[in-house]
């Protein structure tokens, strides 16, 4: 059964830059595409950003496009997530989950992904 667990998530002032992981353990991460998702206070979750299992395909919410970019190492049963030029309104707890297919942004619901983790907390605040 695979197992994820997020980290990396903090406090940071705006306009700083946080860097996320996703670690994969209980079974290979390499088949799976992986998303991270966030929930921010009072809002549903929504999904920000995807890869593909072979890391060559990705897409992004327009809202983080060009700010965040996502990575893979499967060597290292590892995503990431490098957020900069964070802003007030990135504030949520954010996850990643897994999902054997890959997901166009507009189809990438929650329900799609079968497996997640607990989630790492992002405020960005003065």
């Known amino acids: 059964q695979l197992q994820l667990v997020e980290s990396g998530g903090g406090v940071v002032q705006p306009g700083g830059s946080l860097r996320l992981s996703c670690t994969a353990s209980?079974?290979?991460?390499?088949?799976?595409?992986v998303a991270w998702f966030r929930q921010g206070p009072g809002k549903e979750r929504e999904g920000i950003s995807c890869?593909?299992?072979?890391?060559?395909?990705?897409n992004y919410k327009l809202t983080v496009s060009g700010r965040f970019t996502i990575s893979r190492d499967n060597s290292k049963n590892t995503v990431t997530l490098q957020m900069t030029s964070l802003k007030p309104e990135d504030t949520a707890v954010y996850f990643c989950?897994?999902?054997?297919?890959?997901?166009?942004?507009?189809?990438?619901?929650?329900?799609?992904?079968?497996?997640w983790g607990l989630g790492t907390q992002v405020i960005v605040s003065s």
């Open positions: 890869i593909s299992a072979s890391g060559l395909s990705t």
């Open positions: 989950a897994a999902s054997p297919h890959f997901y166009a942004l507009r189809d990438m619901e929650p329900a799609e992904f079968d497996f």
């Open positions: 209980g079974s290979a991460l390499d088949i799976y595409a």
